[in-house]
């Protein structure tokens, strides 16, 4: 299991670094998704298989898919990658990374000196949450679902575009005059 | 759950339903006047269902709700509030958009959201009203979309909205990590037996973040005349009476529940902002040329007062409150009625400049204006002088004297801009502008009376308030 552990963690580590510093928005995404699965081996590495249940499906199923799909529809090209590597030089990432690595030194200098101590912890399955969301919490479960109700009602007027009425002959038309 | 548990929420599943209806009706292509009826209807079956549970109460809903007198009290104006805010709605958005349809489900959830915080009595249910009143509040403020105003608005609700909702999340983070529960019940137990507790003050501190935030207290006003200007009148009236209603319920059933007027620290707290808010809001009014801008800094100064009675922490305060707040959203109503009333097609009727002269135009709007405004004032013989009166008397039986002094001070401040609308009102007139015709005959009579009713009301209230005070106090006995 240790050995699981260190692989998926160093999986993440690298996959991070790469999220971050490639120019292409979709690269990175892709990186990211693969960071997270390896969020999701290092829980299940751990012995908590609902939590990298959840992982995978709310992180890399539902949220970076969204993202990749907002990314496509953006249709971010080369000027974007050109964009980011001017915005990615030393000058603006040397600073934040100083800092991260004082804290990485100070955690390493903990990790160092740790004496071993039981962690209690208390094994929340499937089960449990689905007993408590769907039993005692149902109202509220059933409020969440008015509250996305109200954000696609109010997302799909906002978003609404204005019906242009275009006859396809009238269409043919104009660009036939066009052409003229 | 037992029957009478599931009866006791029966108005809040009719609340709820009535969206549902008016999505099936949009589905079926009705048209604006049908929904509008149906709407109105549906919310007549939301009071009525609340007639028929009140014997029945009060009902726990464990873990989530307690349904008693309060809620009921507060969901009541709540759900006249709302009803009002729709008449007042047809005629508007019939003339502005040519999709006024939607408007009416996100009515609806936003009253849902603002009802179901007047019954919660737990953090998860807190927070999930909230959002549901806020989610629906977005969209309704940038509703008019074609409008630059109506955008610009809604987004910096939008933006101000969430970093506030993740202040609350902190703050109920932060007291469940203290006391182990996310109840109001067992918060105030656990806190009782620990004495003097860091995190829960903290905790509570950045929960009044949001709180001040909503109900738009002085360090997080910023917001609100802004968004009041950019809202369609209704909405403003919704936004100033409905979601500060709900708003206001919540934090005094944690209030009353915590026992959170027992802490010096508090107490401190919210005076201090209670009199910034006053003495802010009635400064910054003073000059205002805009009257939509003028509410808004208006009802900043209004909470700041209502505050005062949130100090005592008492039954007199609760009722003084309770009674403000009725008083409040009336007169606020009336003022956005006679508004939206007034808007022409393109641009609501905001500037002063437009009631130059009204009474010689629309005397009857400008007799309900008139009410209004003296009734914010505060002037005798309407419900702002009495509830100003209750609000004083709470305040002077706890020793409150620095806050009850500025409220007596800003009050005298706040008569100045309010009597200089007054005073436009019955100037001569700049020109005469012919009257256009109402397209919508028996809207626009509706809209009348209901303006009428409410300033009859008003007067009422100022002349005989022993039956408010009566029924009121009935309400809250009951829990």
Known sequence: ?180 | MNELQFEALLPFMVLAAASMTVILLIAFRMSHTVIQVAAFLMACSVILAMWYVKDTLPQTIPPLFVVDGFGALFTGMIIFSMMAVGLFSYVYFEEREENPKEYYILLFLATLGAAVLTISTHFISLFIGLEVLSVSLYALIAYLRNRNNAVESGMKYLVLAAVSSAFLLFGMALIYMETGSMEFERIAQSIKESSSSVLFNMGFGIMIVAIGFKLALVPFHLWAADVYQGAPAPVTAFIATVSKIGVFAVLLRFALSVNLQQYPLMITIFSVIAMASMIVGNLLALRQQNIKRLMGYSSIAHFGYLLVAFLPGNAAGVEAASFYLLAYSITLLAVFGVVSVLSTRMKDAEELAVYKGLFHRQPILTAVLTISLLSLAGIPLTAGFIAKFFILASGVQQNLWLPVLVLVITSVMGLYYYLRVVSTLFAAPSSATIAAKSLHPFFSVSTYLALIVMMLLLCWLGIFPGRAVEGIREFLLIR
Do not use: C
């Open chain 1, 1 to 180: 299991m240790n050995l699981l552990f260190y692989i998926s963690s160093f999986v993440a580590v690298a996959a991070t670094i790469m999220a971050i510093s490639r120019f292409h928005p979709v690269h990175a995404l892709l990186y990211l998704v693969v960071s997270f699965l390896a969020a999701a081996m290092i829980f299940l590495s751990l012995g908590t298989p609902f939590i990298a249940v959840l992982e995978v499906i709310v992180y890399a199923g539902a949220i970076i898919v969204l993202f990749i799909f907002v990314v496509m529809m953006l249709n971010l090209g080369k000027d974007t990658a050109l964009q980011e590597k001017n915005w990615l030089r030393p000058k603006v990432w040397a600073g934040p990374s100083l800092l991260v690595l004082i804290l990485l030194v100070e955690m390493i200098v903990l990790l160092l000196n740790a004496q071993n101590a039981i962690m209690h912890v208390a094994v929340v399955d499937p089960r449990k949450v689905s007993l408590s969301l769907f039993g005692e919490y149902i109202i509220a479960l059933e409020l969440v679902g008015f509250l996305l109700m109200a954000g696609i009602v109010g997302a799909a007027h906002i978003g609404k575009q204005k019906k242009k009425i275009l006859h396809r002959f009238l269409k043919e038309e104009t660009m036939a005059r066009v052409e003229i």
